[in-house]
């Protein structure tokens, strides 16, 4: 497994979040996690980010300890991050916003490179590189902000929320957009609310209830899982 995580418990103080999780994803492989609200999906992508610290278990990626790894240097392990809500600079345009992902020496030699590659995928983003960021529309912002972890060059692409609060045309092309990034070899764990298309795109799924994973498989066996086609998918228990 490129990222592999076994029995990780996240705490918010003595606020227990994810406890014995265990998952993993392999190269060039599209994992979705799915589940409730509140049920620990955020936290559990933020913390294999490096933005939260496993109170117990184990979490490698590419046979490294990321539990030793400090906050900021987890993304020159090829891991980037496509936060819920965007977190863009709303007053820096949106070429000055991509930039910042290409921070690290390695990704800053293959700046103009990056440039083209996220710039095909949304050609509306080189017509709009120098506006500002905060005056695009939601579905903009989020090209950019995956148009930025994009600029890393990840092995690893952390996805939280992408659809989230867009207009059903855009999930769409987001989703077009996640496949062919997926295409060119890159890894992805997908944290989507939308399970129906997050099962669509993906190899394999892990459902977190209450901080627990509690099924995993390829989607064509979760799709006839009674309680997830009830709970989840809106759909009557038996197919």
Not at 155 to 184: K, N, Y
Not at 194 to 214: F, S
């Amino acid at each position: 497994m490129l990222l592999e995580a076994r029995r990780l418990a996240i705490a918010y103080g003595d606020a227990p979040a994810v406890w014995d999780a265990s998952l993993g994803v392999g190269e060039g492989e599209v994992v979705a996690v799915i589940g409730p609200n509140g049920a620990g999906k955020s936290t559990l992508v933020n913390t294999i980010a490096g933005l939260h610290r496993a109170r117990a278990g184990e979490l490698s990626f590419d046979g490294i300890d990321l539990t030793a790894v400090l906050p900021h240097l987890v993304c020159r392990h090829g891991i980037a991050l496509v936060p819920e809500g965007r977190r863009l600079f709303a007053r820096m345009s949106v070429e000055e916003n991509l930039e910042i992902g290409c921070y690290r020496k390695e990704a800053r030699r293959a700046r103009g490179d990056s440039l083209e590659r996220v710039f095909g995928l949304f050609p509306i983003l080189r017509e709009r590189r120098r506006q500002l960021a905060g005056s695009l529309s939601g579905g903009q912002q989020q090209m950019v902000a995956i148009g930025r972890a994009l600029m890393a060059r990840p092995r690893l692409l952390l996805l939280d929320e992408p659809s989230l609060g867009l207009a059903p045309a855009v999930v769409d092309h987001m989703f077009e957009t996640i496949r062919a990034i997926h295409a060119e070899g890159v890894a992805i764990l997908l944290v989507e609310q939308n399970v129906a298309r997050a099962l669509d795109i993906a190899d394999r799924a892990y459902v977190l209830e209450e901080g627990r994973v509690v099924a995993t498989g390829p989607p064509a066996i979760l799709r006839v899982d009674a309680r997830i086609r009830e709970a989840y998918l809106g759909l009557s228990p038996t197919p």
